[in-house]
């Protein structure tokens, strides 16, 4: 069965990736990953906010014998070689490089401008082979507007476009009020490929005591919905690449995205789940469903359901709700009292 794909300029031995999680933030687990099938791996990202806090740390035991004891910082190593601030993410970078045969995509969540140009290039000095810049950012502010959040996406990507050559990746909000034109000028601001969607943390409270529950839920495959949608619009139409990503449990998600024009499906929820052996069971339930109806390539099936290919591409748009809601029966009123429909 020939699954070859292409994603974001790299050719791939079949869709399946695995997203970046702290899976993927090791390198046993990166060879079980690979050995189990899985056609590239997104490192988990490196946070500016980590580095500083690990920065500040080493400038802490070192600052704090200046006075006292100075002969004692030769203990140190030279801040420049020193163990901190993203050593042990490009040692991962190196070592992943060196050890695994698939794609290494490292991922990057930064705040300023310096942080993002500058370990970019680090991390393509390291030898990942593209770049996924995961942009965290819920515009809490409310002066800000939706041109400033947008504004901020390209900043962040222009700079790290200039700084590297490897390809980058963008893992986008889904609340751009306009997705498919952003993916569009995503793409001509040069970024490679997109992935739909970045999952943000969603909060909930606990009743008892008051609080903000500090919990992060797995996904299951009803999340789909959103990702799907957006994917089939887009398919046939950008001209970026194209991941699917949140909601996978088994080989039936990974069948829909790509049925929708997903170029690859992202996974870690599974992952985490069932262990990185999972990625064998989704490849092997989609070599089966495309067997069963006796396709011989993936290129056969990839986007035949994307919105430009369906006979009736309102399905996935107003008209189609328009009719499900038509289709819902009103229960009747009880006696004197007011119509509802059932939630
Ligand atoms: C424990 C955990 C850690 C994660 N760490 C990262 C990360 O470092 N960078 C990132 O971009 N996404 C991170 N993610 C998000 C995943 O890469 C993925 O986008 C999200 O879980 C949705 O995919 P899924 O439904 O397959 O789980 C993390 C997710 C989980 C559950």
Redo the contacts with the bound molecule.
């Keep these: 069965m020939d699954l070859a794909t292409r994603y974001m300029g790299l050719q791939l031995k079949n869709p399946l990736v695995a997203?970046?999680?702290?899976l993927t933030g090791e390198l046993d687990s990166l060879k079980r990953l690979e050995d189990a099938g899985a056609a590239a791996l997104?490192l988990?990202?490196l946070?500016q906010e980590e580095i500083e806090v690990e920065t500040a740390r080493y400038q802490h035991l070192t600052s704090a014998h200046d006075d006292s004891w100075p002969e004692g910082l030769s203990n140190f190593p030279k801040l420049a070689d020193a163990q901190h601030g993203p050593h042990h993410y490009l040692e991962l970078v190196h070592r992943a490089r060196q050890a695994i045969g698939v794609p290494i995509i490292a991922?990057l969540?930064g705040i300023s401008n310096e942080c993002w140009t500058s370990y970019a290039k680090q991390l393509e000095q390291a030898g990942a082979n593209g770049l996924?810049l995961?942009i965290?950012f819920i515009p809490a502010d409310l002066a800000a507007t939706g041109h400033d959040v947008e504004q901020r996406y390209f900043d962040i990507l222009k700079s790290v476009r200039a700084a590297v050559s490897i390809p980058v990746a963008i893992?986008l909000s889904p609340y751009f009020s306009a997705v498919g034109n952003m993916a569009e000028a995503l793409h001509d601001a040069g970024a490679d490929a997109l992935?739909l969607f970045?999952?943000f943390y969603q909060p909930d409270l606990d009743l008892t005591r008051l609080q903000v529950l500090n919990d992060?839920r797995?996904?299951d495959p009803s999340?789909i919905r959103l990702p799907l949608l957006w994917l089939a619009v887009l398919a046939g139409r950008t001209r970026a690449s194209l991941a699917a990503?949140?909601?996978?449990n088994s080989a039936e998600e990974v069948v829909k995205y790509l049925l929708v024009g997903a170029d690859v499906v992202?996974?870690?929820?599974?992952l985490?789940r069932h262990g990185p052996g999972h990625m064998a069971t989704l490849l092997a339930g989609l070599e089966k469903w495309l067997d069963a109806r006796e396709f011989a390539s993936l290129k056969q099936v990839r986007g035949i359901m994307s919105q430009r290919c369906l006979r009736d591409p309102q399905a996935f748009e107003r008209a189609n709700y328009i009719k499900i809601l038509q289709g819902f029966r009103t229960p009747a009123p009880a006696a004197g009292g007011a119509r509802s429909i059932a939630q």
């Excluded at 997203?19 to 702290?22: E, F, M, N, Q, R």
């Excluded at 990503?245 to 996978?248: A, K, Q």
């Excluded at 992202?266 to 599974?270: H, K, N, R």
Aim: charged residues 15%; proline residues 6%; glycine residues 4%.
């Design positions: 997203s970046a999680s702290p997104i988990p990202s946070f991922s969540n996924e995961n965290y893992k992935v970045n999952r992060l797995l996904s999340e990503s949140t909601g996978v992202m996974t870690t929820s599974s985490l």
